[in-house]
């Protein structure tokens, strides 16, 4: 109970404070724009880039593999599957740097621990 207290306790304060709040968050949203973070698969024979807001930047296919997208069916499959992983590596990547911008700017307006686990969880939608 009394840590239920003692979040709402600090929730009443950030609130108070609404333009510091605002000020924390689209500092945060700047600099997740900024993060990029690079994800690969097949030994580098696919990299993806993203932002740190889950935007896709760029994606490089090796040489090797995109000429053989275009003339063997089965490299085609092989490259579209190592496109997705690349992705979801690059994606994992970016929320894992969200989660930790996430509890490091909740630590600094004082948030109780458990209050600053709950936003990480938010921020990677889990």
Do not use: C, H, W, Y
């Not at 968050?25 to 690079?38: S, Y």
């Amino acid at each position: 109970m009394f840590e239920q207290m003692k979040m709402m306790g600090a929730l009443a304060a950030l609130m108070k404070d609404k333009d510091k709040l605002a000020a924390r968050a689209a500092k945060l949203r700047e600099e997740m724009d900024r993060l990029r973070v690079e994800g690969q698969a097949g030994g580098g024979a696919v990299r993806v880039v993203v932002t740190g807001r889950m935007k896709v930047v760029s994606v490089d296919v090796s040489g090797p593999l995109a000429a053989g997208m275009a003339t063997d069916p089965a490299t085609k499959a092989l490259a579209a599957g190592l496109i997705a992983e690349g992705v979801n590596d690059a994606l994992g990547k970016a929320q894992e740097k969200l989660a930790l911008s996430v509890e490091r700017e909740a630590a600094e307006l004082g948030l109780p621990p458990e209050m600053v686990q709950g936003l990480s969880r938010m921020a990677l939608g889990s």
